[in-house]
T-cell receptor, first 114, second 111 residues
C-alpha cells in the first residue's frame, strides 16, 4: 500500500528543545517537500528536495533543517531558533520537482511547543 | 511570481445546493492548477488538476473546475452538496519552479 507516512501524529516539546519530524514515502518519488500550515495562511514551503543529497530552502526555512540521505526519507528538524514552532507540519512528495505532477501528502504532524 | 487568491475564507451551503469555491491566480507562464481537499487533522488530497488539456476538468466526488484564461480563474463547483463535502479546500498554482497554495476556503454544509 503506497503512500507517505509521518510520525508521530502529535508531538509535544518544551521551548528550547530541537525536535525531528519523520517523513517516509514508498512511492519511489524523486521530490519531497515540507510545508507548515497555520490557520488562515494556507501552506508555506519550508524546504524541498528534488534529488537525494540535495535540498533547497523554501519561503520560511529559518529555524528549520533537513537532510535527504535516502530517496524515501526526508526528516525535518525544528530547532530552538524557530520563534513560533507550534503548527501543523505536512510532508509531501511528487514524481519530479515542481511541474504538472500533483503532490501527494502525508497525514501531518501537529507540533505543540510550550 | 505566481500567486493564488481564494475569495471567501468560509462558505456555507445547504445540503443539495450548488457549491462554488472561487480561485483566481496570477502567473507569468501557462499555469498548472490544482484543487485539494483537507479534512480535519489530515493531509491534503487531490480533487482535480488542470495541465493545459481540456479547460473543464472533472475530479473526484462529483467536483469539477473550469479554467478561464481571460479571467485568470479556476473555480471549483459541485452541483449538489453532501454533508461529507464539509472540509477545507485549497487551490494551488504551479510552474516549473514553484507551487503556491491559496489560503483555503472552509466549506460548511447545513442539513
Amino acid at each position: 500500500d503506497g503512500g507517505i507516512t509521518q510520525s508521530p501524529k502529535y508531538l509535544f516539546r518544551k521551548e528550547g528543545q530541537n525536535v525531528t519530524l519523520s517523513c517516509e514515502q514508498n512511492l519511489n518519488h524523486d521530490a519531497m517537500y515540507w510545508y507548515r500550515q497555520d490557520p488562515g495562511q494556507g501552506l508555506r514551503l519550508i524546504y524541498y528536495s528534488q534529488i537525494v543529497n540535495d535540498f533547497q530552502k523554501g519561503d520560511i526555512a529559518e529555524g528549520y533543517s533537513v537532510s535527504r540521505e535516502k530517496k524515501e526519507s526526508f526528516p525535518l528538524t525544528v530547532t530552538s531558533a524557530q520563534k513560533n514552532p507550534t503548527a501543523f507540519y505536512l510532508c509531501a512528495s511528487s514524481p519530479a520537482g515542481f511541474s504538472t505532477y500533483e503532490q501527494y501528502f502525508g497525514p501531518g504532524t501537529r507540533l505543540t511547543v510550550t | 511570481a505566481q500567486s493564488v487568491t481564494q475569495l471567501g475564507s468560509h462558505v456555507s451551503v445547504s445540503e443539495g445546493a450548488l457549491v462554488l469555491l472561487r480561485c483566481n491566480y496570477s502567473s507569468s507562464v501557462p499555469p498548472y492548477l490544482f484543487w485539494y481537499v483537507q479534512y480535519p487533522n489530515q493531509g491534503l488530497q487531490l480533487l482535480l488538476k488542470y495541465t493545459s488539456a481540456a479547460t473543464l476538468v472533472k475530479g473526484i466526488n462529483g467536483f469539477e473546475a473550469e479554467f478561464k484564461k481571460s479571467e485568470t480563474s479556476f473555480h471549483l463547483t459541485k452541483p449538489s452538496a453532501h454533508m461529507s463535502d464539509a472540509a477545507e479546500y485549497f487551490c494551488a498554482v504551479s510552474d516549473l519552479n514553484d507551487m503556491r497554495f491559496g489560503a483555503g476556503t472552509r466549506l460548511t454544509v447545513k442539513p
